[in-house]
């Protein structure tokens, strides 16, 4: 289902990270970094909470205006319960809306964000998410202490928080249209491979897009998956080349860019909702503004993973949601 | 910050329950209930899902209409990772949207789906939630076989799924205006007594929905909350009076009506997101068709309660979205 936007952008953003992410190949396009995982606080929960807050904070700061002048405010994070988006939300004190679709949470809360903007429901709003590598490890995996080892499909949840400012005053970049995706399950349990879990719900928000925009796919000068990795980058082009005949020719996954993979010891790549909104607001959107590049379909890809449902043997569903992000021009 | 909506109606809904609610006294309310909690499935939480296809099924039914009519599925639960929601939209195989603040989901649901309809970026869309006492019971307190004793303050979870199909044909009951509420912090960290802990949001979301539409609070012949219980009722009133100099006279909670307070094991009433819903879908609707009210102003709470920040002694921070609900004239 794809909504088209006349007058929405992105004036600006901000964006926290942390040391993983300020040691990688994008380090210059972060506002902020931290050289630690707590940042002067006692947990990793509340530290997360913080990267959401510190990234409202640099973003309202950039704009020249205070939490009084935002109508709302849209976040979610991997955290149970949004642990991370709620408490940030009580600080800033202004009306706020949870939202939860695992690592496609950032285009999620976009889609709803621009809709509401767009239709002058509200004049503006501030989108944010978060995800933190050691909060996220030990709600969904195992102890960082316990030091297992992984497999190499296996993802590094990104340390970050990322929030952006949507109005209808025509600077930044455009939202150009969103589209909202369904959830399927391909029948797949292995935890340790993510990539492949995502890849075929990535495949069909491009493919629905595409059908309803009436576009071809090199209307793109960019695809942008996040957060898929070496393996699910791999298979969604095979996929939707058998799948849908579509070639992704202009295409990359932020799970491959934030860091180095060479170097980090971070296996298949990245993930967490903060990772394709902190490639994007920096390293993409600077491209964009010198017009490098000047279309890019974002598709933020999410596991619907839950530790007990994996314990209870079932399969893990997916999903993924689309932005169209043009060049103003 | 308030929402006026021209033309969304709530044209029906379907509701499931589990056994408690069915020997509660709404039980006539409800469109179906079982006997046990597993629902003929293994665990407590495919039998949470199976709630909200039921639910939809339902629903689906009663209008005539097939999964593929419907243009968005919002919907949310309690359950970490909203997996009720992720595994029953699945199956539903529509465009989806997660969304999480407790419970307070129901009318945050309701007020994205109302935006999207009123303003006809959608047609139609059906928004969900569920709760399920033994699968909440064990995702945030103790196991249900420890048996342990709880404090009166304590409220028992609500088994139960509720979906509503929203569009603009002028059926059903009107949802006139959403109010998206703050969240705020009282400093309380007794999580056995979320009554207290919501109150004040409630009446922070009442005080600025009339503020918003210049209403006086006898406009409504009946401002329902749900789900604060016997003590939150009472703290929310006198807090009402005393804070915002607003006297509550048309005033209920849905966690003191849906089950039978002085014979059911229940505690200080029922709790959830499904709670609120339950009781507006069936019992309330029932009174507003027959005109009995008219005009019902729906306050959904949620306690942003996290046994993980709750181990860290952190605060809990609190939540509550209305609708304001009309009889079509």
Request: charged share 20%; net charge neutral.
């Amino acid at each position: 289902m794809t909504i088209k936007f006349d007058n929405v952008y992105i004036n600006d953003t901000g964006t926290v990270t942390g040391p993983y992410e300020k040691n990688g190949p994008l380090q210059s396009y972060f506002d902020k970094s931290y050289n630690d995982f707590y940042f002067g606080l006692k947990t990793w929960e509340q530290a997360e909470s913080k990267l959401i807050e510190d990234s409202i904070d640099i973003l309202l700061n950039k704009i020249g205006r205070t939490r009084f002048d935002i109508d709302l405010h849209i976040s979610g994070d991997l955290m149970n319960q949004l642990t991370s988006s709620n408490y940030a939300a009580s600080k800033l004190g202004i009306p706020y809306l949870g939202v939860y679709n695992a690592c496609a949470t950032s285009t999620e809360g976009l889609i709803i964000g621009s809709s509401l903007v767009d239709k002058k429901i509200i004049k503006n709003c501030v989108c944010s998410v978060s995800s933190h590598n050691n909060s996220a490890e030990k709600q969904f995996r195992y102890p960082i202490e316990y030091g297992g080892p992984k497999r190499k499909t296996t993802t590094f949840t990104t340390t970050g928080g990322a929030s952006a400012y949507l109005s209808s005053d025509k600077k930044g970049i455009r939202i150009e249209s969103g589209t909202v995706g369904s959830v399927i399950d391909m029948g797949i349990k292995d935890v340790y491979n993510m990539g492949a879990v995502m890849a075929p719900a990535a495949a069909q928000t491009i493919y629905e897009h595409l059908r309803d925009t009436k576009r071809e796919i090199d209307y793109y000068d960019l695809v942008l998956t996040g957060d898929l990795g070496i393996y699910g980058k791999k298979i969604l082009k095979e996929y939707m080349e058998t799948e849908y005949n579509i070639k992704l020719k202009n295409y990359d996954d932020t799970a491959c860019m934030i860091f180095d993979l060479d170097n980090q010891p971070v296996y298949a790549g990245a993930s967490g909702p903060a990772c394709a909104p902190l490639v994007t607001y920096g390293y993409i959107f600077n491209k964009m503004k010198k017009k490098e590049i000047t279309r890019v379909l974002l598709v933020a890809t999410g596991a619907l993973m839950s530790p007990t449902m994996v314990n209870e043997k079932m399969t893990i569903p997916s999903i993924a949601h689309a932005i169209s992000l043009e060049v103003i021009e």
